[in-house]
């Protein structure tokens, strides 16, 4: 008998189910977000069975909205919607009835749908004890299939559409494409890390990638207020929030970056002003990050992009700290680093034309190849230890929340 009471999504956790003794955990964290991202559906039921998590929705819930929503959950790799044939106290004749009416009855919605012509049957039996082996399961389905739709003929090698049959303990699916996700792991499962997070493009593909691998993100965001507007810092703030739309509520650190940089100005050669400037805000970063728990620093940076990111100036900024920076961009290419920001939809918000605090008290001609004694000589000018705390006294907090899913 067909499921008709409710929709039935069947989800793939790829990567997550193959950590051995770790797996219920990861599969556990998968359906505790899941759930969460499905909360406004109420009645919803997602459930583990066997390796594969099944999502039970009503039947006014759209399609696409489930496929949207579960599909940004990290640890998703594939989200199939499927037919769900109850085969319980059926004997195995009874069962391929049933299975076979119902692969005839989505074949016919498949007509409708999309006018296939042809079609072919990827059969598989994960209940080993049903007494009928896959081939003949799929030859037997593309039977039911033919004689319900005298339309369709069989092309196993460029089908139309391919119909998988999948037969369980007590149920069969039926359901053709998957809905590819993120992949990645359960958010959750790998600590938690501190975004240097700017207006632009690159910062927040980076918290984008370490998130996608399970970490918690917090951010820290740096302006130059008066110098910067308050319409910058809604930028970032928008930027966070998309962000937040994949890897959860984000706190947001917002420090006033001015007395430093006037300080640097003042004090130091021009053509190191930007490579002291990163300098304090990886400094101020590890603090915020110490203070908030979180267990590494992430950039934006990608080598040889401007000259604060020669190998020699990401040398000079790495030694500004003692705790690990993360820079997932480090070797990709400006293109492919625009391609996943659309991807993720962060590109059309980094875009606006916004002054940065960077863009404050720009060199003219900055050091590329900053040698690291020369700069330390440069910082023992300022009085760091007091610009820092001043600077962190300062600093404001915000919760950012995920923006609405469109
Ligand atoms: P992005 O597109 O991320 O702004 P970028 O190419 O403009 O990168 P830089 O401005 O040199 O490069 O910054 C490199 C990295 O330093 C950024 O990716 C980000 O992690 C950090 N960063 C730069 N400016 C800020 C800022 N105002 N606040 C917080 N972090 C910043
Ligand atoms: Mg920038």
Do not use: W
């Not at 037997?140 to 092309?155: P, T, W």
């Not at 706190?251 to 930007?274: G, Y």
């Not at 391609?339 to 059309?348: K, L, N, P, Q, V």
């Amino acid at each position: 008998m067909i499921n008709r009471d409710e929709k039935i999504f069947i989800v793939r956790c790829g990567e997550s189910a193959l950590k051995g003794d770790n797996k219920s955990y990861f599969e556990r964290m998968l359906v505790q977000r899941i759930k969460k991202f499905l909360k406004p559906y109420e009645g919803t039921a997602v459930e583990r069975n066997d390796g594969l998590i099944f999502v039970r929705t009503g039947t006014d819930v759209p399609d696409e909205d489930v496929l949207k929503r579960v599909g940004r959950v990290f640890g998703v790799d594939s989200i199939s919607p499927a037919l769900e044939v109850v085969i319980e106290d059926m004997d195995a004749e009874q069962a391929i009835d049933e299975t076979g009416r119902a692969a005839a009855e989505y074949a016919m919605g498949l007509i409708e749908k999309r006018g296939i012509k042809t079609f072919k049957i990827d059969a598989r039996r994960a209940d080993k004890s049903f007494p009928i082996e896959s081939p003949m399961i799929a030859r037997r389905m593309g039977a039911y299939v033919l004689k319900g739709c005298k339309v369709l003929k069989v092309d196993v090698h460029e089908p139309d559409a391919t119909i998988f049959v999948n037969i369980r303990r007590g149920r069969a699916y039926v359901y053709e494409g998957k809905v590819r996700g993120f992949g990645g792991l359960p958010l959750g499962t790998n600590g938690k890390g501190l975004v240097l997070l700017s207006g632009g493009i690159d910062s927040p593909v980076a918290a984008f990638m370490m998130s996608h691998r399970g970490m918690y993100i917090d951010a820290v965001h740096f302006h130059s207020f008066p110098y910067t507007s308050e319409r910058a810092h809604e930028k970032v703030k928008e930027l966070a929030s998309i962000l937040a739309g994949y890897c959860g509520r984000i706190r947001m650190h917002s420090i006033n970056l001015l007395p430093i940089q006037e300080q640097i100005v003042q004090n130091c050669p021009e053509e190191e002003t930007t490579i002291l400037v990163r300098r304090f805000m990886m400094k101020i970063a590890e603090r915020v990050a110490r203070e908030e728990e979180s267990m590494m620093l992430i950039t934006g940076e990608s080598l040889g992009q401007v000259a604060s990111q020669t190998a020699e100036a990401l040398v000079v900024t790495d030694q500004a700290v003692s705790m690990p920076v993360m820079r997932p961009l480090i070797a990709m290419d400006k293109v492919d680093i625009m391609d996943m920001a659309r991807e993720i939809g962060t590109y059309d918000v980094s875009i606006q034309p916004y002054e940065d605090c960077c863009t404050v008290f720009l060199p003219r001609h900055p050091v590329t190849k900053p040698r690291l004694e020369r700069i330390l000589a440069s910082e023992s000018k300022l009085d760091c230890e007091a610009l820092i705390e001043a600077a962190l006294a300062e600093q404001e907090i915000e919760i950012i929340y995920q923006k609405d899913l469109q």
